[in-house]
């Protein structure tokens, strides 16, 4: 199994764990391919972030570098995480976990949110607020509204919720940031709101499809006028500057895709989040 490349890491040494989950065992997309995405993600990142010269590589790094040591642990299944994830607990690792379907999230989570309830900040173009159904990639949020903080977590980048969905959040008093909201106030002055919206135990969960199909169009289910990867980007490293416990990018589509441009950005989206970490 092909792994993302760090210089000089090892499990031991590393602050920063990389896992695989290649599970879409609970997506009802019609689009398939989720499952690949781990390895497609690192395959890109190793071909695209390295350059090879006189026989040596080195390694492509975000501007800022990368101060925390990071190792790919490989794949998992998704009855493996509550295990794992307990590990790098008791080990004092973060977790950036590779989807998958985003219900993986929902285990995640639940395992991270052991001891203390988890500011969410939620990337995604859909709310995944179906609270009459349980257990798949749609009802994520509110299968996790036990283990959350809902006054200091925020949706960001919705931009298609279903009725059902609307009424969930306007109950539950959820936060929500649109791309209509990131248009008229500017990513500045958005990141201002989310940093002060968020608490300290702060996870990050992204689903690919927040993002513009224009810069990500390798994902399952594809919603136009999304946020810009740059904007993404920017937010998301003063979120990981602020302190993140764990983070997910999830419902990346190999087989969709439109010259690994989805696995590439997603690959990059890790890199800055590391070199970010305060």
């Given at each position: 199994m092909e792994k993302i490349c760090w210089e000089n890491s090892s499990y031991e040494d590393s602050?920063?764990?990389i896992i695989g989950i290649p599970d879409e065992s609970q997506s009802h997309a019609i689009r398939e391919g989720t499952s690949q995405a781990p390895g497609q993600i690192r395959k890109i990142s190793n071909i695209m972030d390295s350059y090879k010269r006189d026989g040596t590589t080195s390694l492509g790094y975000p501007v800022d570098g990368i101060s925390k040591n990071v190792f790919d642990y490989g794949n998992i299944t998704r009855q493996q995480i509550p295990e794992t994830?307990?590990?790098?607990?008791?080990d004092f690792?973060?977790?950036?976990?590779?989807?998958?379907?985003?219900?993986?999230?929902r285990l995640l989570i639940k395992q991270?949110?052991?001891?203390?309830?988890?500011?969410?900040?939620y990337f995604d173009a859909h709310p995944d607020f179906i609270t009459s159904t349980k257990n798949y990639y749609g009802s994520v949020f509110g299968d996790v509204l036990p283990y959350i903080d809902g006054t200091t977590s925020i949706q960001i980048g919705t931009r298609t919720p279903e009725k059902e969905e609307i009424k969930n959040l306007k109950e539950c008093q959820?936060?929500?940031i649109t791309p209509f909201d990131i248009?008229?106030?500017g990513i500045s002055e958005i990141t201002r709101q989310v940093l002060e919206k968020i608490g300290d135990n702060v996870y990050v969960s992204f689903d690919m499809d927040c993002i513009d199909p224009a810069h990500a169009p390798g994902v399952s289910v594809p919603v136009p006028y999304g946020i810009s990867s740059l904007d993404a980007i920017f937010l998301?490293?003063?979120?990981?500057k602020n302190g993140i416990i764990g983070m997910d990018i999830v419902e990346v589509c190999p087989p969709y895709d439109v010259k690994d441009r989805t696995s590439h950005l997603a690959s990059r989206m890790i890199g800055?989040?590391?070199?970010s970490l305060k």
């Open positions: 602050d920063v764990v994830i307990d590990k790098f607990i008791s690792k973060i977790p950036i976990s590779i989807g998958g379907d985003h219900s993986v999230s991270l949110a052991q001891k203390s309830k988890i500011s969410l900040v959820i936060a929500v248009a008229e106030k998301l490293k003063k979120i990981a800055e989040m590391v070199s």
